[in-house]
T-cell receptor, first 113, second 112 residues
């Protein structure tokens, strides 16, 4: 079964609005990473948040992590048309020998100019 | 800054043929990961290497094998290709276990 699942699956907003994407996972984790992917292209790393962290910021991005609820959220503020992409959360579970990532379903974000 | 390099970027093969995908990690990164992303699907972990030793194994078919070489580059060998192997294959690297994984641009494999 999926380690991470994302909500919503698709989100359409106007430029300048904020976009919030949620991710839930099942097992305990070492860290959770958010990635962006433009259609058919590579995965661009956005933020890594560790299990002992609750919130992290990077530019217009804000990530929260609630390990008690096994969930994370990604907030993009003042969105731009260039933010249009799919956004994935990926978890590095505690029971991994290495740190294989398990990806969620992804949220397809469309920002309309 | 140097990124992960993958070659080739595109590959077209016939069923039952073999394919070799190459990955060159970011300099000084010692861990390499391979992921497969089918059309409209999430990336799925295949296999990883740390200091040239296999460290994790995911949903990698027995027809596939991989290794990491002394210069830390990695190769994914795929034999007896099937139509269902058509996908984007990503390589990622990290400087240590449990750190950020940086992904390459991917190799798009089409099996006809």
């Amino acid at each position: 079964s999926q380690q991470g699942e994302e909500d919503p699956q698709a989100l359409s907003i106007q430029e300048g609005e904020n976009a919030t994407m949620n991710c839930s996972y099942k097992t305990s984790i070492n860290n959770l990473q958010w990635y962006r992917q433009n259609s058919g292209r590579g995965l661009v790393h956005l933020i890594l948040i560790r299990s002992n962290e609750r919130e992290k910021h990077s530019g217009r991005l804000r990530v929260t992590l609630d390990t008690s609820k096994k969930s994370s959220s990604l907030l993009i503020t003042a969105s731009r048309a260039a933010d249009t992409a799919s956004y994935f959360c990926a978890t590095d579970a505690n029971n991994n020998a290495g740190n294989m990532l398990t990806f969620g379903g992804g949220t397809r974000l469309m920002v309309k100019p | 800054a140097a990124g992960v390099i993958q070659s080739p970027r595109h590959l077209i093969k016939e069923k039952r043929e073999t394919a070799t995908l190459k990955c060159y990690p970011i300099p000084r990164h010692d861990t390499v990961y391979w992921y497969q992303q089918g059309p409209g699907q999430d990336p799925q972990f295949l296999i990883s290497f740390y200091e040239k030793m296999q460290s994790d194994k995911g949903s990698i078919p027995d027809r596939f094998s991989a290794q990491q070489f002394s210069d830390y580059h990695s190769e994914l060998n795929m034999s007896s290709l099937e139509l269902g192997d058509s996908a984007l294959y990503f390589c990622a690297s990290s400087s240590q276990v449990r750190e950020t994984q940086y992904f390459g641009p991917g190799t798009r494999l089409l099996v006809l």
